[in-house]
């Protein structure tokens, strides 16, 4: 988990909340520069955080690996902006007018020496940033592990990747869930790039299957259960009580592979709840599926209120005339 935490772009996303450089009179100038930032106020501690964390993303603004770095400034910012919501609702608008203009200078100090990080101020809400932060935190341990090692033959990074895998999966739908309804869907909430997309699931999320698993399955213990059937005395040859190599072979891929087929099947329901879950919420196809559902409920309402009204409007002396008709008579002869 450490190595993890060290990973360049991770670094720089969980060290955006520490208090390093925040009295720095360089943030001074460019606060200065923007009257909408009133001094002394609830907004000058976020535009301090700004200013020192935008300074940081500039060491990393020309590597190849800076839209990472942009993206990350970006889920912490959005955070902040919901952290700050909630501490100060009575000048939410602080925010609004302060923020953009530091933001504006700070793209202006470095003119067209480097790659730009946009930022829109746009009100997401928090399940979307916390959805999009995890898949490109994922993303990130992914290609690094992917890059550094050779997963399938290193069992324990490859068994390290799938337990990522599957938590990370855990809480993408969790966020997903938890988004409202009346909430717009853009696809670009889920497309960071090429390599980590929720169009391509398979390539994002890929299974690896650590084929080495099964050098840990011990084959002794067979051996010594078939030693131990074959009674032998002093007065007697052992017999010899070898296990052929197929058969411990045998026994130790069906070992191995009971385990791989529950991983492998639990795996394959967790991803195919996300594709309905996805397309039942996200496509067309969900639309048409919740309309076409919902016609017919009407449909079955209305021919259910239609036979009941026939049935209330049936006329009562038919009824009374048919209980008649059917009432049994027992004769009685005198003797």
């Given amino acids: 988990e ?45 535009a301090r955080n700004t200013i020192r964390n935008y300074f940081r993303y500039k060491e990393h603004m020309n590597s190849s690996s800076h839209s990472k770095y942009c993206r990350y400034l970006k889920y912490w910012l959005y955070r902040e902006r919901y952290k700050f919501s909630v501490n100060n609702h009575m000048k939410s608008d602080s925010w609004d007018k302060c923020l953009p203009c530091v933001w504006k200078k700070l793209k202006d100090s470095h003119s067209n020496s480097g790659n730009i990080c946009n930022w829109n101020n746009e009100k997401y809400p928090k399940a979307i940033i916390n959805m999009r932060a995890y898949l490109d935190e994922f993303c990130s341990i992914k290609e690094y592990l992917n890059t550094k090692y050779t997963l399938v033959s290193d069992v324990d990074r490859c068994l390290y990747y799938n337990k990522k895998r599957n938590h990370y999966i855990k809480y993408i739908l969790k966020y997903m869930a938890s988004i409202s309804g009346i909430t717009e869907f853009i696809p670009s909430y889920f497309t960071l790039d090429e390599n980590c997309s929720f169009s391509n699931f398979d390539k994002t999320f890929p299974e690896i299957t650590c084929q080495s698993d099964c050098t840990t399955c011990n084959r002794e213990p067979l051996v010594a259960k078939a030693e131990a059937l074959c009674s032998s005395t002093e007065s007697e040859p052992e017999p010899r009580t070898d296990v052929p190599d197929e058969i411990e072979d045998e026994h130790a891929i069906s070992n191995c592979s009971s385990t791989g087929i529950f991983l492998s099947s639990t795996i394959t329901l967790l991803i195919t709840v996300l594709v309905f879950f996805i397309l039942y919420r996200f496509s067309p196809f969900g639309s048409w599926l919740y309309n076409r559902l919902r016609k017919q409920n009407k449909s079955l309402k209305n021919l259910n209120d239609e036979i009941n009204g026939n049935i209330s409007e049936f006329p009562l002396k038919f009824i009374e005339r048919n209980d008649e008709n059917m009432r049994h008579y027992i004769g009685y002869e005198a003797q």
């Avoid at 909340?17 to 009133?38: A, F, M, P, R, V």
């Fill in 2 to 46: 450490e190595e993890i935490r060290k990973i360049p772009e991770l670094t720089f996303f969980y060290n955006l909340d520490d208090e390093e450089g925040l009295q720095s009179s360089d943030t001074d100038i460019y606060i200065n520069k923007c009257s909408e930032c009133i001094p002394k106020s609830s907004i000058i501690p976020y």
